[in-house]
Nanobody, 125 residues
Framework: QVQLVESGGGSVQAGGSVRLACMTSLNRYRRYYMGWFRQSPGKEREGVAHINKLGDTTYAESVKGRFTISQDNARNTLYLQMSSLKPEDTGMYYC???????????????????RGQGTQVTVSS
């Protein structure tokens, strides 16, 4: 059974940084879209960043220039480095993966075939 396990969340002041990690048990011989989405209080789930099967990255406009997504294939781990954090970045962050093909994975991400349980990030002003 495929598992995605997030870690690294916590509380941080505005302007600070946090790095999230997602350890996976995905098949190393398959290619996946992988990414992060979040659920903020009172808002719809929002795709934050993803890496496609070719290793290209895509970011939501709200985080562009502040967040960096990366992956360590040897460790089967996905990361999200978040900097210059704002209170509106507060939310539950989820890791997701899917072996399908997508024109807009940022929008699709919350419905991905594989999703983690989430890790909370709280940014105080």
């Amino acid at each position: 059974q495929v598992q995605l396990v997030e870690s690294g969340g916590g509380s941080v002041q505005a302007g600070g940084s946090v790095r999230l990690a997602c350890m996976t048990s995905l098949n190393r011989y398959r290619r996946y879209y992988m990414g992060w989405f979040r659920q903020s209080p009172g808002k719809e789930r929002e795709g934050v960043a993803h890496i496609n099967k070719l290793g290209d990255t895509t970011y939501a406009e709200s985080v562009k220039g502040r967040f960096t997504i990366s992956q360590d294939n040897a460790r089967n781990t996905l990361y999200l480095q978040m900097s210059s954090l704002k209170p509106e970045d507060t939310g539950m962050y989820y890791c997701a993966a899917d072996d399908g093909d997508f024109a807009d994975y940022l929008s699709y991400m919350p419905r991905s075939r594989y999703r983690g349980q989430g890790t909370q990030v709280t940014v105080s002003s």
